[in-house]
């Protein structure tokens, strides 16, 4: 789906802009970057801002005009950070448009179009899209420059995929960073229980001491790094004479 999602530049002036915004596409998963008329293009400038999305730049199509660049969408949405007086379909919030947006490219190209960094997209150039949207921002200063707002859209597109069924998305976490097993974690309070014996912390008026503790560390969800780090330290504070057992941290 993400595939399906096309970046539209119209008429940039700043190479570097390009770079940076080719950048934001990226992180997010988008691969289709079209640039209408841009003023400067190749350019190292934008190579090197691209600063590892070399490969978008590499492939960037160049198009004279907008409605060559949209012409096989199915849906063109125009980011202004103003309405039109033209009656077109608007998304004040830009999670909004990412739902519609991202059922559409299920099956077909659809675009997000973003204007000149100074003076946006012309009323003409809106016409050729079927909706607009704004990022909606701080009403005494709502400028973003032009890789910033396409950041904030891919980002609301990337989401709302995430989200979906058949994404396919599962979060990755290194493997110290994973949440210990329910094994682990009957090792750790064992061994918690046994420091409190042995230390004179636990004692009959208390009974209920290590169910709070447990409760305790149910609420914190420690990660398997720091659960170790716990029994670590346990284990030098526990009284030399005691065996170890064979447990697992």
Known sequence: ML?????????TFHPGNIGQAARAMKTMGLVDLVLVNPRCF??????????GAEDLIESARVVGSLKEAV???VQVVG???RLRSLPLPHFDEPDEMAKEITEHALDAPVALVFGRERSGLTNDEIGHCT??????????????????????????????WRRRPESGYHPTRPTGEKLPSREQLDHFH?????????SGFLTQPHARTEAQLQALFARAQ????????????LSALEPKTHSPDNDQA
């Open 222 to 233: 420690p990660t398997r790094r720091e659960l170790s780090l716990l029994r670590g330290l």
């Open 79 to 81: 980011a202004s950070a």
């Open 3 to 11: 595939s399906n999602v096309r970046i539209v530049l119209v008429q």
């Open 190 to 198: 064992a061994h918690l229980g046994r420091v409190m014996q042995a």
């Open 131 to 160: 909706h607009q949207v704004s990022i909606p921002a701080n009403p005494d200063y709502g400028i973003l420059n032009l890789a910033q707002a396409v950041q904030v859209l891919a980002y609301e597109v990337n989401r709302t």
């Open 42 to 51: 190749p350019d190292p400038e934008a190579t090197r801002l691209a600063a």
């Open 71 to 73: 012409n096989d969408c």
